[in-house]
C-alpha cells in the first residue's frame, strides 16, 4: 500500500512540473499576446492576422488584438516579421522563434496564408479533416519552442482533389488545395490556378468539329476509314487556326494579368478515335511512330501564338491520355505547355513504378518527365463502375505521389468519387485527407494523419476502422493481384479466409458500439456498406451461397444503401437505382444493381443459378460461388 502511495505521489509532481519543463525551453503563447501586423498590412497579412487571432479566440476565450506596434509578446506576420524568406519559393514560407517572440513570413501570392495554417496546426493542433469536422484542443497557453524554425516549400505547384470536403474553401486552405477547378480561395486566400475555358476533353469544342462535319469533313479525324467528330485531325492548318483562334477568344474574356499562373485546356476527347490520316501518320513515324507527336506540335504551335500575344502567365494543357500516353521523340513541348499524364489504365493494387504491371506507365512518366518542364497528373483513385464497393488503394497513396513528386512533376489532380452527393457509401473523406496530406507532403506521418482522421470521423472505435482498411490494403486486387479502376467489386480484393472475413465483422461491430454520437455512428455505418457490399459480392458472411437467407440479406443490403442517400451505385450508370427488378436485387450480384437491367444475359444467367442455390444451398451453393468468382 504504502509503494502504490509513493507511486502515485511522484507521478503527481511530475505531472506538475510537465508546463514548467515544456515551458523551460518553449515561448509560451496566451490571451495576452499581440499578432503584429505592418502600419499598413496587405490583404494577405490582414486575412493571415484575422484567422490567427480567430482560432485562438477559440482556443483561450479570448482573441488577441491584432496591432501595428508590440516590444514583445507578438507573432509577426509579413513585412512585420524577421523571417528571412530571401531564398524560399514561391507560395512557401518560413516560421522561426526569434528573441521571445514568433515570426511568420511567405512568398509569392498565398505563402503567408498558408504558413498561418501551418501555425494553427503544428502548435494548436488544429485539424480540419472534413468540411463539417475541425478538431481544436482548448487551452490557456500555447507552446511554441524556441528552436522553432520551419521552412516549407510547395511540392507542386497546382495540388486538386474533388470527392466532397475537398470542394469546401476552409477545408482547402487547410489541406492545401489550390487548383480553381473545383474551388474558389479569394485573393486574399492567396487565390487559385484557374483553368479557362474548360478543365478537360476541350479539343472538340476548341476545334469546332461537330460545326464543320458536313461542310470540312477533312477537318475532322480519319479514324478506321471514316471522318469522326470524336476527334479533330490535328496536322489540318484550318483545325490548328480554328482552335487557335477559339483560345484566343477565351483569353480576351478571362485572362487575369495578375494571376502568376492561367491554364487554357486543349485536350483530346475522351475516346481512342485518334486520326489516322497520311499526314498525321507520317508526322507521328517521323517521331517514333507516336500519336502524342502530333498532339505536342498542335499545342506547341498554339502556345507560340499565346506568347507572342503577350500572355506571359498563360500555360497550354495538353494530355498525354490513351493513345497520346507514350512521349514522342524528337519533339519536346514549349516552356509554357503543360502536359497532363494520365495513369487511367495503370493497376492501383501496387505502386506506379511496380515492374510487373506498371512498367509501361512509369516508363511513360520518366519519358515525359525527361522532355516537359511542366508536367502534370492526373490520377485516379476510385472505382469508377462500382464505387459502393471497397476499393483498397489506401497502401498506395503516399508512394505514388512520392513517385510523382521524385519525378519532377509540377501539378497534381487526384480524381475520386467526384458525385459523393450521389454515391458516399465507403471511405471517401477519409480517402481524400489521405491525398490532400500528400500533396501537401508526400513524405509526411501519413499513418499518423489517417490514424487521426478516424478517430475523429468514426469517434473512439476509430482505431478499428484504421485496422480494417490495413487489412483491406493487405489483400487489395483480384487472383492475380492487380486492381484498376473498373474492376468488378469481388474482384477488388482477394477472397478472405472465413476467419478473416469473421475478424472484419467484429471490428466492425466493435467500432460501432464505441460510437459516442449519431453523427460518429453514421460515419461508420456508411463506410460499412462498402464491406457489406463486397461480401455481397464475394459470397462471404452473411451473403454465403449457403446461407438460405442470403437474398433477404441483400435486400436489406439495399434499402441500407438508399436510406444512406445514394441514388446512383458508380460513375454515369444513368438509371433509377430505386426502380430496379425485385429478383435482380435478392439474386444477383450487387455489381448488376448499376445497371438495373434484368435482362442483361448474363444477370438472368447468374440469377437462376441463385435461385438454385436459395432453394437447395448445401447442392448449390458451391456451383453459384464459383460462377460469380469467374464473372466478376
Keep these: 500500500m504504502k509503494k502504490t502511495i509513493s507511486l502515485l505521489l511522484v507521478c503527481l509532481l511530475l505531472l506538475g512540473c510537465v508546463p514548467l519543463a515544456a515551458a523551460s525551453g518553449c515561448i509560451v503563447i496566451d490571451k495576452t499576446w499581440h499578432i503584429l501586423v505592418p502600419e499598413t ?18 482556443v483561450f476565450g479570448e482573441a488577441p488584438a491584432i496591432v501595428s506596434q508590440a516590444e514583445k509578446n507578438y507573432i509577426a506576420l509579413g513585412a512585420a516579421s524577421e523571417a528571412d524568406v530571401s531564398g524560399v519559393a514561391d507560395n512557401g514560407y518560413r516560421i522561426r522563434a526569434i528573441g521571445g517572440n514568433v515570426h511568420i513570413a511567405g512568398t509569392a501570392q498565398r505563402g503567408l496564408q498558408i504558413a498561418a495554417y501551418r501555425f494553427l496546426e503544428e502548435f494548436c493542433h488544429r485539424k480540419v479533416y472534413t468540411s463539417t469536422i475541425t478538431v481544436l484542443p482548448k487551452s490557456d497557453t500555447v507552446f511554441v519552442p524556441t528552436n522553432t524554425d520551419i521552412v516549407y516549400e510547395p511540392f507542386f505547384e ?12 476552409e477545408y482547402s486552405m487547410a489541406n492545401g488545395l489550390t487548383n480553381g477547378a473545383r474551388r474558389t480561395l479569394s485573393a486574399e486566400m492567396g487565390g487559385t490556378v484557374d483553368y479557362l475555358g474548360g478543365f478537360c476533353h476541350t479539343m472538340g469544342t ?43 477568344k477565351i483569353l480576351e474574356e478571362q485572362h487575369d494579368p495578375d494571376a502568376p499562373l492561367q491554364i487554357v485546356s486543349v485536350t483530346q476527347n475522351d475516346n481512342f478515335a485518334n486520326c489516322q490520316c497520311e499526314n498525321c501518320k507520317s508526322f507521328e513515324a517521323a517521331h517514333g511512330g507516336k500519336p ?11 502556345a507560340d501564338v499565346v506568347k507572342e500575344k503577350g500572355y506571359d502567365n498563360v500555360a497550354i494543357d495538353t494530355f498525354a491520355y490513351y493513345y497520346s500516353q507514350p512521349a514522342p521523340e524528337g519533339i519536346v513541348p514549349r516552356d509554357n505547355v503543360i502536359i497532363r499524364l494520365c495513369s487511367i ?46 476499393f483498397p488503394n489506401f497502401h498506395v497513396i503516399q508512394k505514388n505521389m512520392q513517385i510523382f513528386y521524385e519525378n519532377n512533376v509540377k501539378g497534381m489532380y487526384v480524381e475520386g468519387n467526384y458525385y459523393m452527393d450521389r454515391c458516399d457509401t465507403e471511405f471517401g473523406e477519409l480517402r481524400a485527407y489521405m491525398i490532400s496530406k500528400c500533396l501537401q507532403n508526400p513524405y509526411c506521418d501519413l499513418e499518423k494523419e489517417a490514424a487521426g482522421f478516424c478517430n475523429a470521423y468514426y469517434g473512439p472505435g476509430g482505431k478499428y476502422v484504421h485496422r480494417i482498411v ?9 487472383f492475380d493481384g492487380h486492381m484498376c479502376i473498373y474492376y468488378g467489386s469481388a474482384a477488388c480484393m482477394r477472397p478472405f479466409p472465413a476467419v478473416t472475413a469473421r475478424l472484419v465483422d467484429a471490428l466492425w461491430k466493435k467500432a460501432a458500439c464505441a460510437a459516442e454520437t449519431d453523427e460518429q455512428l453514421n460515419n461508420l455505418k456508411r463506410s460499412e456498406l462498402s464491406w457489406r457490399w463486397w461480401k455481397a459480392s464475394a459470397g462471404k458472411c452473411e451473403f454465403s451461397f449457403f446461407n438460405p437467407l442470403r437474398p433477404k440479406e441483400k435486400e436489406k443490403l439495399y434499402q441500407d444503401i438508399l436510406d444512406s442517400g445514394a441514388v446512383d451505385f458508380g460513375e454515369y450508370s444513368g438509371n433509377d437505382v430505386r426502380a430496379i427488378d425485385r429478383d435482380v436485387i435478392r439474386y444477383a450480384v450487387p455489381d448488376f444493381w448499376r445497371s438495373g437491367n434484368e435482362t442483361n444475359p448474363e444477370c438472368q444467367e447468374q440469377m437462376k443459378i441463385e435461385k438454385m442455390a436459395a432453394a437447395f444451398p448445401p447442392l448449390f451453393g458451391i456451383v453459384a460461388y464459383f460462377y460469380t468468382m469467374i464473372h466478376a
Excluded at 50 to 58: C, M, P, W, Y
Excluded at 158 to 169: I, N
Excluded at 292 to 302: P, Y
Excluded at 358 to 387: G, M, P, Q, S, V
Aim: glycine letters at 2%; aromatic letters at 10%.
Design 470 to 478: 490495413k487489412i483491406f490494403s493487405k489483400h487489395a486486387g483480384s
Design 41 to 58: 498590412p496587405t490583404a494577405a497579412e490582414t486575412f493571415a492576422a484575422e484567422k490567427l487571432a480567430g482560432v485562438f479566440g477559440e
Design 158 to 169: 497546382s495540388t486538386d482533389t474533388d470527392w466532397k470536403s475537398p470542394l469546401d474553401t
Design 206 to 248: 476548341l476545334c469546332e468539329t461537330e460545326k464543320y462535319k458536313d461542310t470540312h469533313p477533312e477537318y475532322l479525324a480519319l479514324h478506321d476509314g471514316e471522318r469522326t467528330t470524336e476527334q479533330p485531325c490535328l496536322t489540318n492548318p484550318d483545325v490548328l487556326r480554328i482552335c487557335t483562334n477559339n483560345v484566343l
Design 345 to 390: 489504365l495503370c493497376c492501383f493494387a501496387h505502386p506506379l513504378d511496380h515492374k510487373a504491371c506498371n512498367a509501361e506507365f512509369y516508363k511513360d512518366l520518366t519519358d515525359w518527365a525527361k522532355i516537359c518542364d511542366r508536367l502534370y497528373i492526373w490520377d485516379y483513385a476510385t472505382d469508377y463502375l462500382h464505387t459502393c464497393t471497397v
Design 292 to 302: 502524342s507527336a502530333s498532339v505536342v506540335n498542335f499545342v506547341n504551335r498554339i
